[in-house]
């Protein structure tokens, strides 16, 4: 289990990569690290690892404060976006370098690392070297080494980025069996909203250094506490729309919507956002006063459903609104006249950022809004 | 069609005199040294070798060629290590300042051994007592020969991604045995690079174990090529040619050993 509190990170130029972060892991967990580029995740995690000294805060692993200790100490194994494989060394050699270092016997080195690569399915590569082999097979000769030192936690920094989309499939789903196997608690850091919803238990969205939102992949996608992770989760974004309350009832965008429930009994001219994921809502090609009305902009194919991008009816800029709808009912044609209906019971309302009926409050909005 | 003619033989003589004029030397080294009666002249030898074994019975030559290598390894074997570390740390480290500190050290280092500095030079390493000793001559000669070969290292371990040595530490490792495991592996090009530089430029040194070297049986083989001096006082070229040759071979064993195992290969490493 690892704990960590009040953590910051404050590099010599004056950018604060963490800022103030609370966060608990239970043993055992899966926890990916989510958000954009530049939000701290690295860091966070290189500071796990020992890598990074914090500038303020504690960090403990396994009930024990590591914080003052030097990233060998911490009985952690980290694997890197680039997979850091020695390329001198051949693959059985990789694999029991931490036993090396450990100053484990050459014989059971030997054994141990045969044993690692016999369950990673890389027995008949052991005499390769790193440049012999494919992108996967470096990526589980990582895993293998990191496996091998028996750690307390498994810290990914993006392993599976360098792979090509196919294969990154694959490897996430081996991943997730292993991890369940070993249950090692383990952090994965990731800029790949599919790849955290997929692989973890829990989701900490960062965003700024601080965490926007901690919860299991069904919280953060089905309630987005900000804007930002609502934004952020999901393979086509929410459409967030601004309006206000009136009468009991939403304006959204030419729609007069029934509000969801904890957004009842909002004041008449509020401002709020509403928001609403593509899944949620279906496309009417009759004139409905709960839509948003719109024409067919621009129509993209899914496979199993299509992606429908409806424009402003009298012209305007930009993309309104998006739906996803089956592809049974043959593409729309492109200007047809169209409304937007959301899902009442999906719907979220967003006040100043913030989920309205949200449980907790969540960390403070540093969250860009975004339209 | 004949003014082309012409201006191919011409090209083709004026090629053919510059390279005799670069080759004569090396003819002169391939000739004389078996020529019963060697002059300064390239000529068609009289086959004999007589010239070599007067090179055994000479009480310095044979002993000099040790000195040299005793010199040349010691020196190579400082200049690896001590640059590997600093190379390393420089290139690991923020220092402020860093790059300006490697220019100056760049600079110095031609002051150091060269002919400017041989006076306070000499001072020092009598002082010392370092006059007459191999270590002597291993500490100048280094002294010298290090900030470039700090300069050429650094390139090499610009180049070693930092998440070997991050991968290294979070297993464990302790700085040297990142050093060791990971990085002098990964440089063993440029370390091997560096030696040979060191031993060719040690080899055929003169002035510093000229200066710092007054007992023959100490000298090495550049110091003691050119004692070699007939009872009249004119250069022994018999015994000169024959030595030069002697004392060329090794350095050239080097270049084609270590060449060959270092030269045109890397290992997948650096290069990604």
Known sequence: MISLRGLVKQFPGGVRAIDDLDLEIAGGEFLALLGPSGCGKTTLLRTIAGLETPTAGRVGIGGRDVTALPPGRRDVAMVFQDYALFPHMDVAANIAYPLRVKRVGRAERRARAAATADRLGLSGLLERRPAQLSGGQQQRVALARAIACRPRAFLFDEPLSNLDARLRLTARTFLKRLQRELSVTTVFVTHDQGEALALADRVAVMSGGRLAQVGTPAEVFQRPLT?????????????????????????????????????????????????????????????????????????????????????????????????????????????????????TSRALVYREGRLLGAPVAPAPASAEPTA | M?????????????????????????????TAPFDAGASIRVSVPEFTLANFRALLVNPFAVGSLVNSAVQAGGAAALVVVLAALAAYALSRVQVPGRDLLLYLLLLMSSIVTGTAAMVPIFELATRLNLIDTHLGVILVVSGGLLPAAIFILKDFTDATPASYEESARVFGASPLQILRHVVVPLIRPGLATIAVWTVANVWGGFLLQFILIRDPGLAPGSVILYTLYTEGGQPDLPLVSAFSLVYSLPVVLMYVFVSGRYGFRFHGGIKR
Do not use: K
């Open chain 1, 227 to 343: 804007t930002f992770v609502a934004s952020f989760i999901g393979a086509t974004p929410m459409n967030l729309l601004p309006g206000r309350a009136e009468g009991g009832a939403l304006l959204v965008a030419g729609a007069r919507l029934t509000p969801p429930g904890p957004a009842r009994g909002l004041p008449d001219g509020e401002p709020v956002t509403y928001g609403v994921r593509p899944e949620y809502a279906d496309l009417s090609f009759e004139p409905r006063e709960d839509g948003f009305p719109g024409r067919v902009g621009v129509v993209e194919n899914m496979g199993t459903a299509l992606l429908v991008t409806l424009e402003p009816a009298g012209g305007g800029d930009g993309p309104l609104v998006q739906v996803v709808v089956p592809e049974e009912g043959g593409e729309p044609a492109l200007g047809t006249p169209a409304w937007a209906v959301p899902r």
């Open chain 2, 2 to 30: 004949v003014r082309h003619v012409l201006a191919r033989l011409g090209v083709t003589a004026f090629v053919a005199v510059l390279l005799g004029f670069f080759a004569l030397p090396m003819l002169w080294l391939a």
